[in-house]
T-cell receptor, first 113, second 115 residues
């Protein structure tokens, strides 16, 4: 049973455009939702994270939108740049089991110049 | 470089052989995690340690897999009698804290190919 479903699998955006990646979760015990960025040959790196007590969190060009009732959250990348081209993973964990993160299957983003 | 390091970076082995990977976490990080990542998928949790104690093991971690973290420092992940299905990237991460949800810092991974 996949607990975190991520879409789309791949995304192509023009430079300056908005990239949107969506995730849906099933386990209502999840209370921490990070997004990771992974470049080829590297491990994932934390980009931004949100808890369900807020509906939106913004850090620079990156924004997480969170809909608790729909059990969905999304990553928005504003003014997308070629350097943003990478694979993005959403993840989720619960406070009672914070050591165990469940990841989505990833979205490969390509930003065309 | 003070990040998480993993060795070796690549390992090719024949089916049935044993392999061991090492992870050196960021200094003073008390939590250490192992994940497995196959092509086109996100990392799958395998196990994690708080200091030297192994707190949880995934069902993915069969009896052929064993992880240790002696003295709460570096960790090793051993796979015995490797199978072709074990071919994957094995990622290690570390974090500081004991209340959960601390930032996990990932290493570059060890890519295993079982022939």
């Amino acid at each position: 049973q996949q607990q975190v479903k991520q879409s789309p699998q791949s995304l192509i955006v023009q430079k300056g455009g908005i990239s949107i990646i969506n995730c849906a979760y099933e386990n209502t015990a999840f209370d921490y939702f990070p997004w990771y960025q992974q470049f080829p040959g590297k491990g994932p790196a934390l980009l931004i994270a949100i808890r369900p007590d807020v509906s939106e969190k913004k850090e620079g060009r990156f924004t997480i939108s969170f809909n608790k009732s729909a059990k969905q959250f999304s990553l928005h990348i504003m003014d997308s740049q070629p350097g943003d081209s990478a694979t993005y993973f959403c993840a989720a964990s619960s406070d009672t089991n914070a050591g165990k993160s469940t990841f989505g299957d990833g979205t490969t983003l390509t930003v065309k110049p | 470089d003070t990040g998480v390091s993993q060795n070796p970076r690549h390992k090719i082995t024949k089916r049935g052989q044993n392999v061991t990977f090492r992870c050196d976490p960021i200094s003073e990080h008390n939590r250490l995690y192992w994940y497995r990542q196959t092509l086109g998928q996100g990392p799958e949790f395998l196990t994690y340690f708080q200091n030297e104690a192994q707190l949880e093991k995934s069902r993915l971690l069969s009896d052929r897999f064993s992880a240790e973290r002696p003295k709460g420092s570096f960790s090793t992940l051993e796979i015995q009698r490797t199978e072709q299905g074990d071919s994957a990237m094995y990622l290690c991460a570390s974090s500081l804290g004991d209340r959960g949800h601390e930032t996990q810092y990932f290493g570059p991974g060890t890519r295993l190919l079982v022939l």
